[in-house]
């Protein structure tokens, strides 16, 4: 690549499928607040294809910010941004391809060098740009379960050539979008997920212990997840019976996700009474300071069916927490193998309950798997080297 083509003005549009406070969203603002630093004559556009609680996060990073569907963003939101923000609002009658169709039209004749967009649900997004020869890119974080709940996978078979480049979240990622739906190997790029060098924590532990009501010797077992049963949040309530009916060591399990209005919440706090566990098992809702929660286990878990490769497993690995997860569930098993972590045969709750009380009853092992997913975070995950890595592919296109 010529140095001088490289630093010429470009113009970029990332695709991001909402602007919630999860792990997608999270992942790529961190991406563009660093290309923003490093690539100052970049335009940078951002369309969300819906809104969410860090749309003023993107809204600050942008050159501008397009929101497709406009009814679902915040009026506070759209009342302090009206400036920034171009709203495209649709009569009733328009389906959603016409939608796509409109906005697309619209933004192709910004002449982008590149398209990026973020998740699987953006590839219909991209492929009217791919179609006008404009360089796309769409990171795929997804497996079978995620794909499939968004396009049918006769959708994706059709589709899947008509990308420039894919950036898979994980090898699990990679291996299934090309077993599964045929995609070209030539075309994928592996670059795990990854969390910024530093993490931010607002609440000091024993103050968080004294509002959660939990003890000074009480260990505190927790999980931070969407409540659905993909993430496996159902089977939670089971498993804390399974520990208790184990070990008489004094502990907690924080269940952070989700609100009291979440059916899968609602359910899971019926089944810890009629297990008569509900003591143990805390209900935290879904807020913007998981970290101090993450921050307060002494063992963190997922409990994940299918997760391509979860954010909050970089952030316990950050703050050197032992992670104990499925085997067979997705990119946990690339990052924990070769004892960096516990790995539990699938869907095995008396084994998990049985490995968690050996953590429970052994700080100095809680201690090494916590030392040693750390260092392998920092020496093979590291932000720097990972956002390099997508630079790089970036750079390659335009």
Not at 277 to 302: C, Q
Request: proline share 4%; glycine share 4%.
């Amino acid at each position: 690549m010529n140095p001088s083509k490289m630093n010429m003005p470009k113009k970029i549009l990332f695709i991001s499928h909402e602007a919630s406070l999860s792990g997608a969203p999270i992942l790529v603002l961190n991406l563009l607040k660093r290309l923003k630093q490093e690539k100052e004559t970049y335009t940078i556009d951002v369309l969300l294809i819906r809104g969410g609680e860090l749309y003023e996060d993107f809204a600050q990073i942008s050159n501008n910010i397009i929101v497709a569907h406009y009814h679902l963003q915040s009026f506070s939101f759209v009342k302090r941004n009206l400036k920034r923000i171009q709203s495209i609002i649709f009569r009733k009658k328009e389906n959603h391809q016409d939608k796509i169709d409109k906005i697309t039209s619209s933004l192709i004749l910004n002449k982008y060098n590149l398209v990026y967009g973020n998740t699987m649900e953006s590839l219909e997004w991209t492929i009217p740009f791919y179609k006008k020869n404009i360089p796309t890119i769409v990171a795929i974080h997804e497996l079978s379960f995620g794909i499939e709940s968004t396009y049918p996978k006769e959708f994706v078979l059709e589709n899947i050539s008509n990308i420039t480049k894919i950036i898979a979240g994980s090898k699990a990622v990679g291996d299934n979008l090309v077993t599964k739906y045929g995609a070209d190997p030539k075309k994928i790029n592996v670059v795990h997920s990854f969390v910024d060098s530093v993490l931010t924590i607002q609440k000091d532990k024993e103050s968080l212990r004294k509002e959660l009501g939990i003890k000074n010797d009480d260990l505190i077992v927790g999980i931070a997840s969407s409540q659905e049963l993909r993430k496996g949040t159902d089977m939670i309530p089971l498993l804390v019976k399974k520990i208790k009916q184990k070990t008489d060591i004094n502990f907690k399990f924080i269940n952070l996700g989700g609100t009291s209005k979440n059916p899968a919440v609602r359910c899971a706090k019926i089944d810890a009474e009629k297990l008569g566990i509900d003591d143990t098992l805390i209900f935290v809702d879904h807020n913007k300071f998981p970290n101090d929660y993450i921050n307060l286990f002494d063992i963190f878990l997922l409990m994940s069916r299918e997760d391509p490769f979860p954010l909050v497993m970089l952030t316990a690995a950050k703050l050197k927490k032992p992670i104990v997860a499925f085997e067979k569930s997705g990119g946990a098993v690339e990052f924990l193998g070769d004892n960096h972590g516990i790995l539990i045969p699938y869907l095995d709750l008396d084994t998990m309950a049985s490995e968690i009380i050996k953590l429970l009853n052994d700080s100095k092992l809680r201690e090494s798997y916590g030392k040693n997913i750390h260092k392998r975070l920092e020496e093979e995950y590291s932000d720097t080297k990972l956002t390099a890595e997508i630079f790089h592919i970036i750079n390659s296109l335009i």
